[in-house]
């Protein structure tokens, strides 16, 4: 598949391996063409897999799929740049989190409570399939699940079943077996706000390698 | 142990019971002194273990340890009837969540963010020791823990060492064996957010019986 990643952080250059290493056409998306991050990581994966890096616009225009690994305070207008047209009617998998580090430590949540990250970009762009997944995890257990010693949780939000659907497939071959589908895009909310407990879990464990696992009556 | 719940709903009527039943003397504590719910529950318990009901004020009076388990938009109101003068000094362990149903489904958080309940009561009554938990499961679980098939996870925060380490008593009391401190007070917020997803999680499930666990690498 032809896939965009949007964004060179932790989580774009770990997303953006992991799928070309699953045999994904990966074009990684940057606000300039000419960017230092991105270029490192196509030399880290080679062309052989048809990798390549472009602005926003190019990769989303190259991806069938799109994933947006910006940061969430910067997802809006990254997804300007990368154009509507070339994102109209392609699934847009948002692993983005509105963390608001401006007050220092703890964080806050840039939106919250009633709307969410999510939420903004559906309704931005009301003709992308927006689904929220994989926010809720370290960019390391988003692409490598089964480095944790037990199954653990994955969860997807969004309006639009079949998208819903490719973004399973996509987290199977990374490796997530229990993949719970909470419905329409605003159970993003409880998705991301979740993120303000994950970062004290962080904190105490002092680690970034953990998932919750659900047990269930 | 004297210990005050007070509320008279689904979950201050499963901790009183539960903390009744493993040999406290439980103050039930409502608004008014007369309340049906709070003398049917006394008649289900009865008095040999020194169970007794009266208002917010009598309850607090006679707990060492006070429950705060009305509902979230009801707590500040309520504590202030209870008295601070039958607060101060006293452990609170504080169960309730800020869920604000007036906007319809989903509930938000009539407080969330940049602060949570656990810190509006804690700035509220200085001399208070609060401490959050329980807050995110299901009545039935807070007390009965082993009712899940696995060990689950609950989390306390609060400012107080000892009155973190009074309360891990009382759980460890119901069942739980894995508590995790998040830290100060300040902790309570991701405590409080995640209950938005578990909103999520009760809907997809059709089951408010279910917890987390944490799978760490």
Redesign the interface.
């Known amino acids: 598949m032809n896939i965009a990643v949007l964004g060179t952080g932790i989580v774009g250059r770990t997303l953006a391996s992991r799928l070309n290493e699953l045999g994904h056409a990966v074009a990684m998306g940057t606000r300039e063409a000419a960017n230092p991050t991105a270029a490192e990581w196509l030399a880290s994966v080679g062309t052989a897999r048809g990798a390549r890096v472009g602005t926003f616009a190019e990769a989303a225009a190259h991806g069938d799929v799109i994933v947006n690994a910006t940061s969430g305070a910067a997802s809006i207008a990254a997804l300007k740049l990368a154009g509507e047209r070339n994102l109209a009617g392609k699934v847009l998998l948002d692993v983005a989190n509105p963390l608001d580090m401006s007050?220092g430590l703890?964080p806050?949540?840039s939106v919250?409570?009633?709307d969410s990250l999510a939420e903004q970009i559906q309704r931005s762009f009301p003709d992308v399939l927006v689904v929220k997944s994989l926010n809720t995890v370290s960019a390391e257990?988003m692409a490598f699940p089964n480095?944790?010693?037990?199954?653990?949780?994955m969860?997807v939000?969004g309006n639009d079943p079949e998208a819903k659907a490719t973004v399973a497939d996509l987290l199977h071959a990374f490796g997530w077996r229990s993949i719970?589908?909470?419905?329409g895009i605003?159970?993003a909310?409880?998705?991301e706000?979740?993120v303000?407990?994950?970062?004290?879990?962080r904190?105490?464990?002092g680690?970034n390698?953990?998932?919750?696992?659900?047990?269930?009556?």
């Open positions: 007050h703890p806050s949540l919250v409570n009633t257990i480095r944790l010693p037990e199954e653990s949780q969860f939000a719970l589908d909470l419905g605003e159970a909310r409880g998705m706000m979740y303000m407990l994950w970062v004290s879990l904190v105490v464990q680690t390698t953990f998932n919750i696992r659900l047990v269930r009556g």
